[in-house]
């Protein structure tokens, strides 16, 4: 699987590794992402990504932020206003944005389309009018983040959760975790194994269409480590362990660890070093210090 977008700068090469592999296109998963300065032009940012992959399809298409920017601004990426906040296109409905990304859809350029960083609140913005729900929230979501009330309501609505660092981010606090370690020790696993292992074992998301994880690697021994290691912590992980891991927010440890993102407040948006906020509805965050 490739996750791309185009903030990351990574379509051309990723195109090229592709070409290059001599691996059929059928058998690769390719993701991307709609950046907040298209989101009133849609299939044009879309054109631009398959041109760059050398692909005439994306398995899965995904709004990145529920945040539409100023397509004119000052910034092929990140826009800003004069006193250095995001310029924030808030009279462009989101509602909209789905809209097209049905579209799209439709035409066959990609074979599933999904979210990326929606809140209930964001959700509730699109899914009154959508015809087509979307099939993923892609999410930070791990033992410090594991938003259980938003995971429920993405499963009532059937909407898989998809998370990225389920390991954290680097040097993260996650590995070092003493109940993870316990529990890691306990039936001679690695805490990322559990930390996989935990994300891919929710009862209530395993009952019904399963749980994505998406830890973020490059070395092939490490990829394989993963994978293998998360299917042993799923087979041996316990409803006890399950619980235990679960509690570990609500005891104090609730915190967000993705390195790009800080948060303000009740969930909001910023960027380290513009300090732009917005309110995104999500709950249980700390205030940006």
């Given amino acids: 699987m490739f996750a791309l977008h185009r903030g990351y700068g990574n379509e051309q090469y990723v195109g090229e590794g592709i070409r290059d592999s001599g691996v059929p296109r059928s058998e690769i998963f390719i993701t991307s992402k709609l950046w907040g300065t298209w989101h009133s032009r849609v299939e044009e940012c879309l054109d631009q990504t398959l041109a760059n992959l050398g692909t005439d399809y994306l398995d899965l298409y995904l709004v990145h932020w529920p945040i539409p920017l100023n397509p004119g601004g000052n910034h092929p990426i990140f826009h800003t206003l004069p006193d250095g906040t995001r310029d924030i296109d808030h009279s462009w409905k989101l509602s909209d944005t789905w809209k097209q990304m049905e579209g799209v859809l439709k035409k066959g350029k990609v074979?599933?389309?999904?979210?990326?960083?929606?809140?209930?609140?964001?959700?509730?913005?699109?899914?009154?009018?959508?015809?087509i729900v979307p099939a993923v929230n892609q999410l930070e979501l791990h033992v410090?983040?594991?938003?259980?009330?938003?995971?429920?309501?993405?499963?009532?609505?059937?909407?898989?959760?998809?998370?990225?660092?389920?390991?954290?981010s680097t040097n993260s606090p996650l590995l070092t975790d003493e109940t993870v370690l316990k529990i890691a020790q306990k039936h001679s696993l690695s805490a990322p194994d559990v930390l996989i292992g935990y994300l891919a074992k929710w009862p209530h998301i395993i009952v019904s269409k399963g749980f994505v994880v998406i830890p973020k690697s490059v070395t092939p021994s490490r990829i394989a480590s993963n994978l293998n290691g998360s299917l042993a912590a799923?087979?041996?992980?316990?409803?006890?362990?399950?619980?235990?891991?679960?509690?570990?927010?609500?005891?104090?440890?609730?915190?967000?660890?993705?390195?790009?993102?800080?948060?303000?407040?009740?969930?909001?948006?910023?960027?380290?070093s513009l300090h732009a906020a917005l309110d995104l509805g999500f709950d249980n965050w700390p205030p940006y210090k």
């Fill in 111 to 131: 074979k599933a389309i999904g979210v990326s960083n929606f809140s209930k609140a964001k959700l509730e913005e699109i899914l009154p009018t959508a015809e």
């Fill in 144 to 168: 410090y983040n594991p938003q259980h009330e938003l995971v429920k309501y993405l499963k009532s609505k059937d909407i898989v959760p998809e998370a990225y660092s389920p390991l954290g």
């Fill in 234 to 272: 799923v087979n041996n992980l316990e409803a006890a362990d399950i619980t235990e891991l679960d509690g570990l927010a609500a005891a104090g440890k609730q915190k967000r660890l993705a390195a790009v993102f800080i948060i303000f407040g009740k969930g909001a948006f910023a960027d380290l």
